[in-house]
Each structure stands twice: as C-alpha cells, then as structure tokens.
C-alpha cells in the first residue's frame, strides 16, 4: 500500500523559510556582537591591546597544552575508559579457543576455484579477464583466505 503525503510539499518550504529567518537572525546578532567589540576594542590604547591578545594567546596555549597534556598523567597504562552511552560488546576469543572462521569443505572450494581461474589464466584468456572486470582483489582476497585458513 503507497502512503503520500499531500502537504510534504508546502511543509520542506516552511522549514526552508524558518531556517533563512533563523540564519539571518542569528547573522545580525553576530555582526551587532562584532561591531560591539570593534568599539570597545578602538577605546583601547596600542599597548593595552598587544597586553591583551598577549594574555589571551597564553590562555588559548595554556588550555591547549592541558588539554594534550592531562591524559597521560590521569590514565594508568591498563586502563580503557569508554565514553558514557558506549558499552562493549565485543569479546576477544583467545586464538586457542576460537573456530575456524570457514570449514576444510570451504577452503576445498576456494581451491578448486582458484585452480580453475589459473586454468582459465593458461587457456582461455579473454575469459578469465572478463571474469575479474569489475572485481578487483579477488585474487588477493582468495589467496588471503587460503593463507588465513592454513595459519
């Protein structure tokens, strides 16, 4: 059953609009920000503003520098904090424990077909190339599978 909505139409462009007038308000909130500053900056005397923009490079680097500093003094080397709403759910399998990830019967099958490529490879060429258009690494990815199965 097809649902339409008869109103989607006019709704996208109300949006639209509410968006530009948001935007634009907030672009004149912005200027009258910067013009305000502008003055109370030109009030100020030459030395008084390099003292300023002084102080506020040394704060900016303070914060900065904390910033890149603190973890490697708050951490201890073994611990792993995820961040709030994250959760694992991962497990990491041992490689004693763990399956196979394919079965012998698999790789029997990519065997087969890898020896069938280079068979076609030795014979029919234009075959073999129209075979691997379009799928580049399938040959790395077999031959990645084959050596992963054999590890």
């Given amino acids: ?65 904390t910033l890149t500093i603190r973890p490697f003094y708050y951490s201890s080397p073994s611990e792993f904090n995820l961040p709030e709403g994250m959760t694992t759910k991962g497990r990491v399998i041992p490689p004693a424990d763990r399956e196979a990830m394919f079965s012998e019967e698999d790789y029997l099958m990519l065997m087969k077909f890898k020896s069938t490529l280079d068979s076609l490879y030795k014979t029919d060429r234009p075959v073999y190339d129209d075979l691997l258009r379009g799928r580049k690494g399938l040959l790395d990815s077999i031959n990645f599978l084959i050596h992963f199965y054999k590890e």
């Fill in 1 to 65: 059953m097809k649902t339409t909505d008869k109103h989607s139409g006019k709704r996208t462009s109300e949006e639209a609009s509410v968006k530009e007038k948001l935007l634009g308000s907030i672009n004149l909130l912005l200027h009258k920000l910067a013009d305000y500053l502008r003055t109370q900056s030109e009030k100020l005397s030459s030395s008084q503003k390099k003292l300023a923009l002084a102080f506020f490079g040394l704060l900016m680097g303070g914060i900065c520098l």
